[in-house]
Structures are given as C-alpha cells and as structure tokens.
C-alpha cells in the first residue's frame, strides 16, 4: 500500500509544482510590467527593478497557490480517474481515505509552507521593498531632474536638463535659484552628475557659469570648470518609513502599539490582516478537497467529468471571492473575521462529504467485445 500511496502522490506532485511555476511566471510577468515604471519614469537600475519585482513575489505566490493546487489536482485525478486506476485501487481494497490521503497530506504540506511564507517571509520581504521604495521617493538624482523638463524640487528652485545619458550625466543644464533675501542667480554648465562629498548631495556642474546680480544692480558673471552645487538643503527629510499591514509581523498585528494615532486608527484593520494570514492557507487544503470533490466524488465516466469540473470550478471561484468579501468586511467589524476561519472550513467538510457519501466502485468497468462461437459440425 505505501507503494501505492507513492505513486499516487507523485502523480500529484509533478503537476503541481508545474502549476506553480506558470502561474508564478505570469505573475512575475505581469508585476515586472507594473515596475516599469521605476526604469522608465525614475530612472532606477535595473538592479532596482528587479529587487523590487522580487520583493513582492511572496504575497503573489500565496495568491496563486491555491489556483495552482486546484488546477494541478484537477488535471492529475481527471486522469488517473479516467485511466481507471482509482477504480484499481478501489478494487484492491484500498479505502476511499487511504485513496485520497496523498493529496491531503501534500495539499496540508502547501498550506503549511504557505503559512510560514505569511507569517515570516512576507513581512521580511515587505520591509525590505518598503525601504527601497522609501530610497527610490528620495533619490535626488531620479526626482530633481527630468530629461526636457522645467522642474520645481522646492520652492524657488527651477532646474532643467536637455539631456541625461544612461551613466546619469546631465547636458545643457540650467538652474534659476532664488534666495529668502530676494536674491536670485542663474547657473548655466555643460554637464553635471549628482555625486556625494562631505556625507551629503551635490550636483557636480562642469564648465559653470554663474550669474546673478549685485545689490547694487550690477551683473555678475562667474565662469568655474567645476562649480559644486550644494543640494544639502533639498535632502532634509525628516519622513519616516511607514509601515503598512503587508509589513508587519503577526504579533505587530494582533497587538498594536495603541499609544501610535494610526495603530490606534487602523486596528480593526490590523486584526483582519493578522486573522488573513492564517486563514489564507487553508484554502490550499480546500481547493483540493474540491478538486477530488469534482473527480471521485461522483460515479464513475469512461466520457469525462467535464461537467462536474465546471460546476466545482465555479464553486471554487465563489468560495474564494466569499473569502475576499470577509476580509473587507472584517475591516469595519471584528466578529466577522470568524468568517475568514469558517468558508474555507466549510468548503472542505462540503467537498470531503460528497467524495465519502460516493459508494465505492470495487470492479473494473471493462467493455468486451462479443466473442462467436463457430458451430461444431456434425
């Protein structure tokens, strides 16, 4: 039996693990396009990118698992449901559990995985993209300047560009800067990059000219090579990193800092967070139990189950948008958040019910042609 029961759970795994890696990588595809944006508009690395395209995968794979299960466990049990060797089984004596123990057993070890990536990779992950989203608002390379643009970092500062390579060099720079004491002056250079000296940002400008006028009216004009242009005053950010649901720790999440206005604000939130983060899993346990639902939990068809897999998907469908309905609504009530607890719960003890209530098949459907019998002659 154990053989058996091995070879029933690879029949299993290897679907499900390709699953996974599709859906992950049409995920990662479709977040990638999203990030663009950093490349194109912000003018990041694409080692900024792809840290960031990474960063979120956690979350998204959580997402995608329990699809990935119920698809997989559709395919592997439609097929060996189909080739009869479920009946096989069925008929060697194995017990409907025994039968669909492989799938439980691998369904339970995904939500497990599953719950430790909620529970610790994801705020680890989260934090992390925080911070380098947090670097990315304040990079003053990406905000001050923007190719063919006439911009405005702080007031009364104009810069503008014609030009910004791929190393970050800037061309044909022009800065109008005008002081609290009225004072205005134009800078004017060839090409510059913003560089750091001394602990903070300055915008090295190459073959400057410098022109503002005096107290007295007078034009002065200042031609350098180098001139460094101080950016210290533009970098006081005294914003801090704030910390969203997604990036916080379960305890973080059932036991707020009250004393924090926005912990105080958002706590019904947190709680629905932290309750989502153990819930979630189990529809990886439920997602399977409704997939060998819609394969064993009927008689046997030598045409398909192509009904049943349409009926239990669009369950499927449903039991998880239910689950999404309860999340948002555990934001503005708390009870509800049982609820996040039960729908996953009750698709399981649904779908387990019908494939018990099915009476086991112990033969082997096998059609035989009709054999003919040659008269003996007298």
């Not at 859906?23 to 479709?30: N, Q």
């Not at 134009?186 to 090295?204: D, W």
């Not at 190459?206 to 006028?213: G, L, M, P, V």
């Amino acid at each position: 039996m154990r053989l058996i029961d091995r070879y029933l759970l690879r029949q299993l795994l290897g679907p499900t693990v390709l699953a996974i890696t599709a859906l992950s990588g049409v995920v990662l595809l479709s977040q990638s396009l999203s990030g663009l944006d950093l490349v194109v508009n912000q003018r990041q690395s694409f080692m900024v990118f792809l840290k960031v395209t990474l960063l979120y995968m956690p979350q998204l794979i959580n997402m995608i698992l329990p699809i990935a299960v119920f698809v997989a466990a559709l395919v592997a049990l439609n097929r060996l449901h189909t080739e009869q060797e479920i009946v096989v089984c069925f008929a060697g004596g194995m017990s409907r559990w025994r039968v669909i123990s492989p799938a439980m057993r691998l369904a339970s070890t995904i939500a497990l995985l599953a719950l430790l990536m909620n529970l610790w990779v994801q705020p680890v992950t989260y934090r992390a993209l925080r911070q380098v989203l947090f670097d990315v608002k304040t990079d003053l390379a990406a905000t001050l300047v923007r190719e063919g643009e006439f911009t405005q970092p702080v007031p009364g500062l104009t810069v503008y560009a014609q030009t910004i390579d791929n190393k970050g060099e800037m061309h044909n720079i022009f800065i109008h800067q005008t002081k609290d004491d009225g004072i205005a002056t134009t800078y004017i250079a060839n090409s510059g990059r913003v560089v750091q000296r001394a602990g903070g940002p300055v915008l090295l400008l190459h073959d400057e000219s410098t022109q503002r006028f005096s107290p007295r009216g007078v034009l002065e004009v200042l031609t350098t090579p180098e001139y460094p242009f101080e950016l210290s005053s533009l970098n006081d950010n005294d914003e801090l990193i704030q910390y969203k649901q997604s990036d916080r720790f379960l305890h973080e999440l059932f036991y707020p800092d009250l004393q924090q206005d926005w912990e105080k604000r958002n706590r019904k939130a947190l709680l629905a967070e932290g309750h989502q983060r153990i819930a979630t899993p189990l529809y990886n346990i439920a997602f399977m139990a409704m997939a060998l639902s819609a394969v064993i939990g009927g008689a046997f068809s030598r045409l398909g189950y192509g009904r049943r897999i349409v009926v239990v998907s669009a369950a499927a469908v449903a039991v998880r948008i239910l689950g999404f309905v309860a999340l948002s609504a555990a934001n503005s009530a708390v009870w509800v958040n049982v609820l996040q607890y039960l729908i996953p719960i009750a698709a399981t003890a649904i779908a387990l019910r019908s494939v018990f209530r099915q009476r086991v098949s112990r033969f082997i459907d096998i059609r035989r042609r009709p054999v003919r019998i040659a008269p003996v002659p007298a």
